[in-house]
């Protein structure tokens, strides 16, 4: 017999319905599959952009996640943790096998970054140039170092979870973040000295 969601741990209130979600997609039930979708699709394309820094790529992995989540919905416990833990888990896991060559793209005005409240165009062109290096530099890392820093400041997951998500200790994330920030400080510094900023 199936655990009820409410008996998974402590949570959100998301959660809660997330969890109850998968555990009726466990069962069959395609109405909620497309209720879990539309709660998970938003994090999970935000998630995969800012790891494959490629806009087709990561939606080809999030549909590959979808489909995952869908065809092994059974093997989900919510003993074990959250729906969307579990989900993470899967994208993480098809982000990282996507290993060949990705050129950066411009960032995504899809809604998926918080709104300005009108700044200057000023202030526009210097965050659109910020934006623009952060993107190129973050596309120039390893592909673990991305992910790392995207679960990190983006997903804002401790150093324990990101381990998780990544099949590796807490030390080595720590490793790959303080690795990826010297190598991000560094590009950037070379792209203001090539630009005379």
């Known amino acids: 017999m199936r655990m009820d969601a409410r008996a998974s741990g402590p949570g959100t209130a998301a959660t809660s319905v997330a969890t109850a979600l998968m555990l009726r997609v466990a069962d069959g039930d395609a109405a909620a599959f497309t209720a879990l979708v539309r709660q998970l699709e938003r994090p999970a394309q ?22 995952r989540l869908w065809t092994h919905a059974a093997r989900f416990d919510p003993a074990r943790g959250t729906a969307e833990a579990w989900f993470r888990r899967i994208l993480v896991n098809l982000c990282l096998d996507r290993r060949r060559a990705i050129r950066p793209v411009q960032a995504m005005a899809d809604g998926f970054d918080m709104a300005d409240p009108a700044p200057s165009p000023e202030a526009q062109a210097i965050a659109a140039d910020t934006s ?29 979870e990101i381990a998780e998500q990544m099949e590796t200790t807490a030390k080595a994330v720590e490793g790959l973040l303080g690795r990826a920030r010297n190598e991000m400080r560094t590009m950037m510094n070379e792209t203001m000295n090539e630009t005379g900023l």
């Open 132 to 160: 623009a290096r952060v993107e190129a530099a973050m596309a120039r890392l390893n592909p673990r170092q991305r992910l790392a820093l995207a679960l990190f400041h983006g997903d804002g997951l401790s150093m324990a």
């Open 46 to 67: 935000a998630l995969a952009w800012r790891t494959l820094m490629d806009r087709a790529a990561a939606e080809d992995v999030c549909q590959r996640a979808f489909l």
